[in-house]
């Protein structure tokens, strides 16, 4: 496939100085690290919250707006660097990659010391790693059952819950537990830096497995990992799904370079860390097979891969007995709904249109959800078994997309589980990169407001939610109607053609 046309401005002139929007977004995310020290989430166990400056920055009415302005702003800063940056690139000509590696590192670097936001998941993963320390199952334990748990930070909602994470990132956690004896702040760094493992494997093999695609390898990884709420989720926030997303890339490379065992073991790595990536299992067993396998060398190659993985997750779940209690989350799914979620919001508009007829609404709503599950595996079955057998990986990608936004609950950095597979097959510069740049903003801006942490007893003229989302509604303003740079992004059709997808 024929690489796109370069453009005036391209690297090799130097004109697009990509510097710009390289400290652009280090300023963003600069911004980003202040603010969350004043509204991010701060276990009430930690040493950090007798710090003077905390405590200044956490109960002034003041700077708990100012904090708020920060957060938000920076973050809508990072958006804006990420889509000049792309801009400045659009040539995709030779240097790119090194100028889009070097964003993520720069602007990733002050979250590696951010206060957590967007989520608190990460002090749950602590308090698993306790429950392991303590001879108890997290598949059967909630993390109620430790004493002073509520003080390490974790969200009450995990209090009673099973954890729903595999057999390799409990021992992890585990390990971190050890190595920090559960001091908050500390395993925060070092779930950073597994979260980080992930980021890196990214980093690495997105613009490899692009390349195998005939995809601009540089553009392939701006549109996965240079992109704000990737860095926001997977290094701000320390989730665990970066390195279940890298672990995932990694041995999808592997399978499509004829390295099946590798990529079997790095897959099912990824599963052993969060076992919704077992989608990607039957396209391991295709990529295996090749694009000219029959059906009997398929149906060898899915037993292959079935078999093997089952061993290594058995092999995991041997320590500590924890067996294959982790099956439990994909059988048994968290209750409820997302309502911006197509699941969430359909399923809202049948319970209002039932109720109105004067029938069972709530049911018509649950039943209404469970069908597009039941869809949704439809459809990944469908991919799996039918499609060009040469484009293995994009049918993997829609499957996954399938599965997560048929879901009755998608959290905004679901998104980023199959996105690098998109990227990597080809997302086009057309209406496909406007839904990106709109679902990657509608996540920042949704998160910033979200998960905003203020002490109740701070007396403010505001609330911090509302004055977050004003100030992210007039940066989403400004970028659509004001940046003459930004706006053409959306309103304008494309200035250079890239290859189809």
């Given at each position: 496939m024929s690489a796109a046309p370069r453009a005036a401005g391209s690297v090799e002139t130097g004109g697009i100085r990509p510097w710009i929007a390289l400290l652009e977004g280090f300023a963003g995310s600069l911004l980003v690290l202040a603010g969350s020290i004043g509204v991010g989430w701060i276990a009430n166990g930690s040493p950090m919250i007798r710090n003077p400056i905390v405590i200044a920055m956490r109960t002034d009415g003041t700077a708990v707006l100012a904090s708020t302005i920060m957060l938000t702003l920076g973050a809508m800063v990072l958006l804006r660097s990420w889509l000049r940056l792309?801009?400045?690139?659009?040539?995709?000509?030779?240097?790119?990659?090194?100028?889009?590696?070097?964003?993520?590192?720069?602007?990733?670097?002050?979250?590696?010391?951010?206060?957590?936001?967007?989520?608190?998941?990460?002090?749950?993963?602590?308090?698993?790693?306790?429950?392991?320390?303590?001879?108890?199952?997290?598949?059967?334990?909630?993390?109620?059952?430790?004493?002073?748990?509520?003080?390490?930070?974790?969200?009450?909602?995990?209090?009673?819950?099973?954890?729903?994470?595999?057999?390799?990132?409990?021992?992890?956690?585990?390990?971190?537990v050890a190595a920090t004896g559960a001091q908050p702040d500390v395993s925060v760094l070092l779930f950073r830096v597994l979260a980080c493992i992930g980021v890196a494997l990214c980093v690495y093999f997105v613009p490899k497995l692009a390349q195998l695609h005939g995809i601009n390898g540089a553009r392939a990884l701006w549109l996965t990992a240079a992109n704000p709420l990737f860095l926001i989720s997977f290094v701000a926030s320390a989730h665990n799904d970066a390195l279940m997303v890298g672990l995932a890339v990694a041995g999808t490379y592997y399978a499509a370079v004829r390295k099946p065992v590798l990529g079997i073991v790095l897959v099912t790595a990824s599963i052993a860390v969060k076992p919704i990536t077992i989608v990607l299992l039957p396209f391991i067993g295709l990529l295996w097979a090749g694009s000219a396998a029959g059906w009997k060398r398929k149906l060898a190659c899915w037993a292959g891969t079935a078999a093997m993985s089952a061993a290594l997750l058995f092999l995991a779940g041997l320590p500590h007995g924890l067996g294959f209690g982790w099956t439990w989350a994909l059988l048994d799914t968290t209750p409820g709904y997302t309502g911006y979620s197509p699941s969430g919001f359909g399923g809202q508009m049948v319970e209002l249109a039932g109720n109105a007829l004067g029938?069972?609404?709530?049911?018509?709503?649950?039943?209404?959800?469970?069908?597009?599950?039941?869809?949704?595996?439809?459809?990944?079955?469908?991919?799996?078994?039918?499609?060009?057998?040469?484009?293995?990986?994009?049918?993997?990608?829609?499957?996954?997309?399938?599965?997560?936004?048929?879901?009755?609950?998608?959290?905004?950095?679901?998104?980023?589980?199959?996105?690098?597979?998109?990227?990597?097959?080809?997302?086009?510069?057309?209406?496909?990169?406007?839904?990106?740049?709109?679902?990657?903003?509608?996540?920042?801006v949704f998160g910033a407001q979200d998960q905003v942490f203020v002490w109740n007893f701070v007396v403010l003229p505001v609330s911090a939610h509302a004055l977050s989302y004003w100030v992210a509604l007039a940066a989403v303003a400004y970028l659509l109607l004001l940046d003459v740079h930004t706006r053409r992004l959306v309103f304008n059709r494309p200035p250079v053609a890239l290859p189809p997808s």
């Open positions: 792309g801009q400045r690139l659009h040539g995709w000509g030779p240097g790119s990659l090194r100028h889009v590696v070097r964003a993520v590192v720069v602007w990733g670097a002050p979250m590696l010391v951010a206060v957590p936001i967007y989520s608190r998941d990460v002090y749950a993963y602590t308090g698993q790693g306790r429950l392991m320390a303590e001879g108890l199952n997290p598949y059967t334990t909630g993390i109620s059952a430790l004493s002073n748990w509520f003080m390490l930070g974790t969200d009450p909602s995990w209090a009673e819950n099973r954890t729903p994470y595999g057999p390799l990132f409990l021992w992890l956690s585990r390990w971190v029938l069972d609404g709530g049911a018509m709503g649950d039943g209404f959800r469970k069908l597009l599950t039941l869809a949704s595996m439809a459809l990944a079955a469908w991919l799996v078994l039918f499609g060009n057998p040469k484009r293995v990986v994009r049918r993997l990608a829609y499957a996954f997309a399938a599965v997560v936004l048929l879901a009755p609950i998608i959290q905004p950095w679901y998104v980023l589980w199959f996105l690098p597979f998109l990227a990597v097959t080809g997302i086009r510069n057309n209406w496909q990169v406007k839904v990106l740049y709109v679902v990657v903003g509608f996540f920042v």
